[in-house]
């Protein structure tokens, strides 16, 4: 069992920046980020591949940054130049034993309870 725990969520203003973390309780060969909106399907936005690859979908590279933060267990997404459309619940997503290059739901076994960013003038 792997425990995740996101922080760094809130609001921000168009075009602002904002980081999140995920912390898991012990080192994950994959881990990503999702969001969900109301009304919507959850979604990848990144992940990690390895100790340093990683994968976007095309609309969102430019603006969202995956990487290891100083802890090997824990995940950092930093995104810049928001959007009200970046508003969502975002959820980080691991699997323990496998390197894992998808951005799809199912192919994680472990889900942080998520955080809010609510993008907002």
């Known amino acids: 069992q792997v425990l995740l725990v996101e922080s760094g969520g809130g609001s921000v203003q168009p075009g602002g920046s904002l980081t999140l973390s995920c912390v898991a309780s012990?080192?994950?060969?994959?881990m990503a980020w999702f969001r969900q909106a109301p009304g919507r399907e959850r979604e990848g936005v990144a992940c990690?591949?390895?100790?340093?690859?990683?994968l976007y979908p095309n609309s969102l590279m430019g603006r969202f940054t995956i990487s290891r933060g100083n802890a090997t267990n824990e995940m950092v997404l930093q995104m810049i130049n928001v959007k009200h459309e970046d508003t969502a619940m975002y959820y980080c997503?691991?699997?323990?034993?496998?390197?894992?290059?998808?951005?799809?739901?199912?192919?994680?076994?472990?889900w942080g309870q998520g955080i809010q960013v609510t993008v907002s003038s």
């Open positions: 990690l591949v390895g100790e340093s690859g990683t």
């Open positions: 997503a691991a699997n323990s034993d496998r390197t894992t290059y998808s951005l799809r739901r199912d192919s994680y076994s472990y």
């Open positions: 012990r080192f994950c060969k994959g």
